[in-house]
């Protein structure tokens, strides 16, 4: 039967791009991430679609391996997690327009202003969460706004490190800061639990940790901090099929502005990968595929990249492995390991093994 869910089962089994997720991977990284949380439970952020990975899969795995926490942006997100009953928190708040389906109960808001508490209480809506700023002045009530909170039923009180993933003198003395604005806000409300750390603030210590943890990076194969080198293992890996292939003449050049030229007679392969995929222009001439085997040569354009495989040429119609371990695919392109995870464009099949 020719039905959307099956035209799109066909589209994802002949895609020329795809994505091998790694479950075992993804698992090891929660409970490595419990472990050093201590005596705190470890949640699992699973915003922006699990950091692009689909959130549905890697809730699910988190779940059956033991995670009970999980935290989205949206309503939007929180929704499409409905399905699973699982205990969701909405770190964007409500709006007014959100309230009918905040009301519903398939999840939590985490108040971040006065007018949402107020909203939240007259409406007679039931446990909450409730963020706190701490000096990130990005969301959540001021310290001074705690009275506010007498009348609500609040499951965690939170905040966010602004600094967590820096050593710097001034980042050491902000985090310390902020843990100690925290820590003083224990027993002035009637939340059951305090929450502080994500990826970066579970490597500072037991200190940062209170009642619940919150990773979201690390949990992908990101590595914000040294201390999780060795720790953390890589989930994702995008392979790539081979379009065509060309011998390049010495003195040529190979793609957009001509900013690459053959020094010898060369090899290339053109791929199927491009930043509309999520492999940005920075890997231009810095990526590299098949463990470094195959550089990137010229411009990244929008669905395509061109790779030096004259060490060992593959076949048009090869699949080849593209290198894109976070920490050196970050020092590669010049972008943020966050944006090199959440940035993978929906023309991947999403493989999980």
Known sequence: MDTPSARATVIADTAPLRLHLDGAALVANWRALDRLSGTAACGAAVKADGYG????????????????????????????LAPLGLSVSVLHGVRPE???????????????????????????????????????????????DVALLEALTIDTLMSHLACADEDSVAATAMNARQQRTFAALAGRTRAQRLSLANSAG?????????????????????????????????????????????????????????????ARETEV???????????????????????????????????????????????EGDWVAIDYALPQAATASGMSQYELITGLGQRHARIWS
């Open 53 to 80: 990975l689909g959130a549905i899969e890697v809730a699910r795995r988190l779940a059956a391996a033991g995670c009970r926490d999980f935290y989205v942006a949206t309503w939007a997100e929180a929704q499409a």
């Open 98 to 144: 959100d309230m009918p389906l905040a009301l519903s109960g398939f999840a939590r808001p985490v108040l971040n202003t006065s007018a949402e508490v107020a909203r939240w209480r007259d409406a007679g809506g039931g446990v909450c969460d409730v963020m706190i700023d701490t000096g990130m002045n990005r969301l959540g009530l001021s310290t001074d």
């Open 202 to 262: 579970i490597a500072l210590g037991e200190d940062y940790s209170f009642d619940l943890t919150r990773p979201g990076l690390a949990l992908y194969g990101g590595i914000p901090r040294a201390e999780f080198a060795g720790v953390i293992a890589q989930v994702v890996r995008p392979q790539s099929q081979v379009l065509q292939r060309r011998r390049v003449p010495a003195g040529q050049t190979v793609g957009y502005n001509a900013v690459w030229t053959a």
């Open 269 to 315: 392969a053109i791929l199927n990968l491009g930043y509309a995929d999520g492999y940005w222009r920075g890997f231009s001439d810095t990526g590299s595929a098949g463990d470094g085997m195959f550089p990137v040569i010229g411009r990244v354009s929008m669905d395509l990249i061109a790779l030096d495989v004259t060490a060992a040429p593959p076949a």
